[in-house]
């Protein structure tokens, strides 16, 4: 019993920490989002890339996966 709330608590920790980890109300259009900028910024860290590929880039971080999805009303 220990050991599932001590996982729970590390993971709840990660997800407060780092937003990219998601929780469990986290939209598979968030998901995406957040693999998306992650992969672009790593592609930025990298000094051989030419100017306009790196303004490509920032361009895209903006809407990576375009608008998000319109939400049903639960109302």
């Given at each position: 019993?220990?050991?599932?709330?001590?996982i729970?608590?590390?993971?709840?920790?990660?997800?407060?920490?780092?937003?990219?980890?998601?929780?469990?109300?986290?939209?598979?259009?968030?998901?995406?989002?957040?693999?998306?900028?992650?992969?672009?910024?790593?592609?930025?860290?990298?000094?051989?890339?030419?100017?306009r590929?790196?303004?490509?880039?920032?361009?895209?971080?903006?809407?990576?996966?375009?608008?998000?999805?319109?939400?049903?009303?639960?109302?």
């Amino acid at each position: 019993m220990t050991d599932r709330y001590n996982i729970h608590s590390q993971l709840e920790h990660l997800q407060s920490k780092y937003i990219g980890t998601g929780h469990a109300d986290t939209s598979k259009w968030e998901w995406l989002v957040n693999q998306h900028r992650d992969s672009y910024c790593s592609y930025m860290g990298h000094f051989d890339l030419k100017a306009r590929v790196r303004f490509n880039l920032m361009e895209k971080m903006l809407q990576p996966c375009g608008p998000p999805a319109d939400k049903p009303d639960d109302a």
